[in-house]
């Protein structure tokens, strides 16, 4: 079992920038890659950030491809999201996810994730 607990989320007016945090307890981090999803009120979860076991191989949705950048500390267990340039539309619930140990498979796919946090709020004003 991994458990996942998310911190760093707020208010920003726009154009700003917060840093994700979220960290795991329970096995060895280094083993799991690692996403983050949001979910605004009234829409489906979608996929944000996604990150193998090494951080050597990555994945961002278009939507924040170059304003965020998804990174890990495996000596800390920690994943971090580094949100740059926030607009209004980004503002959503996110959460960080776990893969099943050892798996890298279709990892924009959240039902291909293991082990969810309980999600951080991240409000963006314009």
């Known amino acids: 079992q991994v458990h996942l607990v998310e911190s760093g989320g707020g208010l920003v007016q726009a154009g700003g920038s917060l840093r994700l945090s979220c960290a795991a307890s329970g096995r060895t981090f280094s083993n799991y890659a690692m996403g983050w999803f949001r979910q605004a009120p009234g829409k489906v979860r979608e996929f944000v950030a996604a990150?193998?076991?090494?951080?050597?191989?990555?994945y961002s949705a278009d939507s924040v491809k170059d304003r965020f950048t998804i990174s890990r500390d495996n000596a800390k267990n920690t994943v971090y999201l580094q949100m740059n340039s926030l607009k209004p539309e980004d503002t959503a619930v996110y959460y960080c996810?776990?893969?099943?140990?050892?798996?890298?498979?279709?990892?924009?796919?959240?039902?291909?994730?293991?082990?969810w946090g309980q999600g951080t709020q991240v409000t963006v004003s314009s």
């Open positions: 996810a776990a893969q099943d140990a050892g798996r890298w498979y279709r990892p924009t796919i959240g039902d291909y994730y293991a082990y």
């Open positions: 990150i193998n076991w090494s951080g050597g191989s990555a």
